[in-house]
């Protein structure tokens, strides 16, 4: 990318999280993401030109020499950090301003640095031609998919009700959201199509920042975060149609048939390798016990044909790996934490900092440090950095999204579309797709972000047993048409066989 002949108007907003913001290029398959800082430091840039660009490499190598490492290369898309005229950043931050969501303008993107990483746009692959259908894509964050075992754990709530389902009361008492999501990221990380297919289901329902859907590299279905608009599933429908209209079903395909057959096709790109082909070995996952959460609306009794586990070489299965780099839980790691920060207030010299690697350099000794950490604590600062490491890139996993890009097979690569067709009709079976999977979002999480793990865990936790569980009345989510009542008592009618 030629970074001198850039023009504002080749560039427009394409989305934002908490810490940064970014811009698709109009024509190019490129993306460019930009730090975001509190809307109280927008006068006097919060650091320097260099620590801008060291923050961005940073996120570079913790990409592709940590989580690239553990994730799997071919998920991986690592980018590489570019630096910006402020003339253009400038121009950009005023034209995207009025596209922002109101509620993450309580951050300004940085204006001062002109540092950027710059990305492929996993929105709008390459593999796509554009005279042909637009590929579809969705971005899934799926957080946190197993139960603590740690003895560390004080609340015995939490080997039972997940993370997320705990959460969901905190974030709807505290206003974050008006509904809550009745995903669980237990059934998504399952690995049981019926359980996938339930949790798909409710990310759908409500979307909130768990869940969005792109065509063509626009956004056409997401959570309108903050507001209260209902989600328009009738649109979505309208989208989705011409990609699963097939065989005999060209004319009569059912709303609930073209959402269970994205789902369908959406399961299978999460259980394959990554890239088209079946999937591979199918790998036994941790004990029951840990993969149920006893807040996800899934009955266990129903499952048809026992829990199949992830194959190993699925996405999820890598990210699910990674999440249980976390085996002491924030109740166990955080006493770890203070002792790395006594040792650093005891011997504040940099060089301390520097040799335990706390703020990187994120390079292979780092990788090292904690895939060789010993399983008995000796005592020492040593283990405490590493299992500290461990935490981080657990916490990183457990942040991440996962963008399947969907693209319809090509008549070329359909030997004849008539045969395609018969094919389709005799099998009763959605048309091919091709499908890539990548994971986005592996920046890493500062050492100095643990405390706050550690409150947030216990605000969530007290939140939960304060309420028993139990939510404000209108806070369920209810999109008309994505469940009935009957689906809702008895949710193995949703489903195919498979
Ligand atoms: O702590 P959590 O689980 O709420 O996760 C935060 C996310 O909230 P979520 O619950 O997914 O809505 C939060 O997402 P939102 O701002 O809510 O979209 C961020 O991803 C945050 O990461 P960072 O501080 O920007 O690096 C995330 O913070 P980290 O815990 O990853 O630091
Ligand atoms: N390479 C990419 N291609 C296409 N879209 C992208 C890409 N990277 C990010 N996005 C879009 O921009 C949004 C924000 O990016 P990202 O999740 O990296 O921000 P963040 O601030 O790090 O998020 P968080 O709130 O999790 O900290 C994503 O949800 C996604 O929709």
């Known amino acids: 990318m030629d970074v001198d002949k850039m023009e504002e108007k080749d560039w427009k907003y394409h989305g934002e999280g908490n810490k940064s913001l970014v811009l698709s290029h109009v024509q190019l398959s490129r993306v460019l993401r930009l730090l975001k800082y509190p809307a109280e430091d927008s006068e006097n840039p919060p650091q320097t030109v260099e620590q801008a660009f060291r923050q961005i490499q940073n996120i ?12 799997g290369e071919k998920f991986i898309h690592s980018g590489e950090v570019v630096k910006l005229p402020l003339e253009f950043v400038r121009q950009l931050s005023i034209r995207v301003q009025h596209q922002r969501p109101a509620w993450r303008c309580d951050k300004v993107m940085d204006i001062y640095s002109g540092c950027a990483l710059c990305l492929p746009n996993l929105t709008s692959p390459v593999l796509h031609q554009p005279t042909h259908t637009p590929p579809l894509c969705i971005e899934i964050k799926p957080k946190c998919g197993f139960l603590p075992s740690s003895k560390h754990v004080s609340k015995d709530i939490k080997t039972k009700v997940c993370r997320f389902c705990m959460h969901q009361h905190y974030k709807v008492a505290s206003g974050k959201w008006r509904r809550r999501s009745l995903y669980c990221p237990l059934d998504l990380f399952s690995g049981n199509r019926q359980r996938m297919h339930f949790a798909i289901r409710h990310l759908i329902e409500e979307p909130q920042n768990n869940f969005k859907i792109f065509k063509g590299g626009q956004c056409i279905y997401s959570s309108k975060e903050g507001s209260d608009d209902s989600l328009d599933l009738n649109s979505l429908l309208h989208h989705l149609r011409p990609y699963f209209l097939y065989g005999n079903n060209r004319i009569n395909t059912t709303s609930k048939a073209v959402l269970n057959d ?62 249980m780099l976390d085996t002491q839980d924030i109740e166990g790691l955080y006493p770890l934490y203070h002792r790395v920060e006594q040792h650093l207030q005891d011997f504040p010299k940099e060089s301390v900092r520097t040799r335990l690697q706390i703020d990187g350099p994120y390079d292979e000794a780092f ?5 060789k950490c010993p399983t008995e604590d000796d005592g020492s600062v040593e283990f405490a950095v590493a299992k500290v490491h461990q935490y981080r890139v657990a916490m990183t996993a457990k942040d991440c999204s996962i963008m399947v890009a969907l693209v319809p097979s090509s008549e070329k690569e359909e030997d004849d579309e008539g045969q395609r067709q018969l094919r389709d009709f005799l099998s009763s079976r959605p048309p091919a797709f091709s499908y890539s999977v990548s994971i986005l979002d592996l920046d890493p999480k500062p050492f100095d972000s643990i405390p706050r793990q550690l409150r947030l865990d216990q605000k969530i936790v007290s939140c939960y047993l304060r309420t028993g569980g139990a939510l404000p009345k209108g806070s369920l ?20 066989p498979v």
Request: with cysteine.
């Open 60 to 71: 570079v190598d913790f990409s592709s020499n940590v989580m690239s490492s553990l994730l």
């Open 262 to 323: 994205f789902i369908q096709v959406l399961v299978n790109a999460l259980l394959s390798g990554g890239g088209g082909g079946d999937g591979g070995m199918v790998t036994e996952r941790q004990g029951e016990g840990r993969s149920f959460c006893e807040a996800s609306l899934f009955n266990k009794e129903r499952i048809r044909h026992g829990s199949q586990g992830l194959p190993s070489d699925s996405v999820l299965f890598r990210i699910l790996q990674t999440q």
């Open 367 to 371: 990788l090292e440090k904690l895939q």
């Open 477 to 496: 989510p209810s999109l008309p048409g994505i469940f009935t009542a009957a689906e809702r008592e008895d949710c193995t009618l949703l489903f195919h």
